[in-house]
């Protein structure tokens, strides 16, 4: 009995899943096209900017830097063996750019910016602040998701970058003054090794697709959120969880693209 | 009744999925009266509102507002309509990260581009008429349930709308502040020459101040007229809802399939669909 219930389950989960997928995608074209209507603030854009770039600033320092450090010490165990220490800063700087750093930040990003996010939009549905901005005739596309959306796309390229360089530094600082590594080696291998186009701005373009995807997702569950205090916390953790899983989903995607 | 309509419904019909909500519900708003409109919990008054407001699409009907059919106009035109609309939420709706005085001046500042001395001066007029100018700096979370509601009731008038909608506007508050709302209403609606539309459970205080009333049930109008009328009505339901008694036409009871006893001696488990 059980086998045969599981087919119709799985048709119902699919037709259910179909339309919300819609109306999601719906969702982000109105708020993306919201950034035109006379009720988009850049002060509330940059608001948001601040909110979510300069709050995440130092959590996403000290995960740089501990990633960094961690790549030094693993990179060099396994290197210190072929006598290839010298390809050590290659190696630091093409898994930071080009993996660590946009999935690292995004994930993160997910955690500190995401469930806020998520748990602000569905507490001003659950308090009618989303309804009584309706009344006043002011679009709460433009003045509350837009704004927060853009952020996003424009915030996490930019806490990536910096995400890279803490975390490369962080691999310095453990490969030639703790492990002793040449100084000069480390840099000039990464120097002749890493392109500009090839794994910076690649990486950086990852990191601006996820930071749209985790704004999306955070977003949409807190507008698409039940308006009771289960229907908050329920969403939140969604938003967490599917915003994670689509950053790593997406990772395989994007670099089966790029760097093949 | 013989006054201008501002809002008429004709035979509107709405349902949330399979459940019908309003089945043929015509209705008139005369201009510059408060209208209270009453009914049973989830019997579909706030929803009337949010129809009225343009939240909302009737399945069938038609709704019109200020002669404007509200379903021929595109957003934008509901929106401009909506310009002219104010309405007070069940939860005052105030927005948390704005001090009161904010959150008055909220939809000036987003549809007009006012000096700040103006701006200011018409925040302070309102503020001052629902008595809370000294409030003007506090934030949401620093007013009682009764101030917040005043506040939500000076950002509502801000923009000297001609149609105010009020939602369960004495919901939760103690007497003092349900005299306050009460008083506030009429005068404010008689001030703005605006019309008001009063979803409300409390029949005593909003007979007090309502010109006309209409009661749903079953999502149909089974009783309008003056208060007097009201309270004077034949029809069953509208007795029971206005005299409070429990039991009646609408039941004390929720259905159950089978009998009391049969019930308590079956082997159902506790929670178990009987």
Same mark, same amino acid.
Request: net charge negative.
């Given at each position: 009995m059980a086998f045969l219930d599981f087919v119709p389950n799985l048709g119902r989960q699919v037709l259910l899943t179909i339309p919300n997928l819609g109306a999601a995608a719906r969702f982000l074209l109105r708020s993306l096209v919201a950034?035109?209507?006379?009720?988009?603030s850049i002060q509330q854009l940059l608001k948001q900017v601040y909110g979510f770039g300069v709050r995440s600033l130092l959590l996403m320092m000290v995960a740089a830097f501990f990633t960094g450090m961690v790549l030094g010490f693993q990179g060099y165990y396994a290197l210190v063996r072929f006598g290839a220490t010298s390809a050590l800063g290659t190696l630091v700087a093409l898994s930071l750019l080009r993996e660590l750093g946009p999935v690292l930040t995004a994930l993160l990003f997910a955690g500190r910016a995401g469930s806020a996010l998520t748990a602000e939009i569905s507490s001003m549905k659950a308090t009618e602040q989303l309804s009584a901005m309706e009344m006043m005739a002011v679009n709460p596309f433009a003045w509350v998701v837009a704004p927060r959306l853009w952020a996003g796309i424009i915030v996490v390229p930019i806490l990536c970058a910096i995400f890279d360089l803490v975390g490369i530094f962080g691999g310095y600082l453990i490969s030639v003054?703790?492990?002793?590594?040449d100084g000069g080696t480390f840099w000039a291998q990464m120097q002749s090794n890493v392109t500009f186009s090839g794994d910076i701005l690649t990486g950086l373009f990852k990191a601006l697709c996820f930071g749209l995807v985790v704004t999306w997702i955070a977003a949409w569950q807190g507008y698409a959120a039940q308006p009771t205090a289960e229907g908050v916390g329920n969403a939140t953790t969604r938003s967490v969880v599917t915003a994670s899983l689509a950053v790593l989903g997406l990772d395989f995607i994007l670099t089966a693209l790029l760097f093949t | 009744m013989a006054a201008e309509a501002l809002v008429e419904l004709e035979n509107v019909h709405f349902s949330r999925g399979p459940h019908p909500v309003l089945a043929g519900v015509d209705m008139r708003i005369p201009r510059g009266a408060i209208v209270s409109l009453m009914g049973a919990s989830g019997g579909g008054k706030t929803t009337m509102l949010n129809l009225m407001a343009g939240t909302l699409a009737p399945q069938s009907g038609r709704i019109r507002v200020a002669g404007q059919d509200l379903q021929t106009l595109d957003f934008e035109g509901v929106y401009r309509l909506r310009r002219r609309m104010g309405m007070l939420f069940q939860h005052s709706a105030?927005? #948390?990260?704005?001090s009161a005085f904010e959150n008055v001046a909220f939809p000036l500042r987003r549809h007009f581009r006012l000096d700040e001395s103006i701006l200011r001066k018409l925040v302070l007029m309102k503020l001052e008429a629902v008595g809370l100018r000294g409030a003007a700096g506090l934030m949401p979370a620093e007013l009682s349930g009764g101030m917040g509601r005043r506040v939500a009731l000076a950002r509502a008038v801000v923009m000297d709308p001609m149609l105010i909608f009020y939602d369960e506007?004495? #919901? $939760?508050?103690d007497p003092i502040s349900v005299g306050i709302i009460a008083t506030l209403i009429r005068r404010l609606n008689d001030a703005l020459g605006a019309t008001s539309i009063l979803v409300s459970h409390d029949v005593q205080e909003t007979f007090s101040i309502a010109d006309y009333g209409y009661i749903l049930a079953g999502g149909k109008i089974i009783a309008e007229g003056s208060p007097e009328a009201l309270r004077a009505s034949d029809s069953e339901l509208a007795r029971q809802f206005l005299g409070g008694?429990?039991? $009646?036409?609408?039941?004390?009871h929720y259905p159950a399939r089978d009998n009391y006893a049969t019930a308590l001696t079956g082997s159902a488990a506790a929670g178990e669909v009987i």
């Open positions: 950034v035109i209507n006379r009720h988009f003054p703790v492990l002793g590594v | 105030l927005f #948390t990260d704005f506007p004495f #919901t $939760g508050l008694q429990p039991d $009646g036409p609408v039941p004390f």
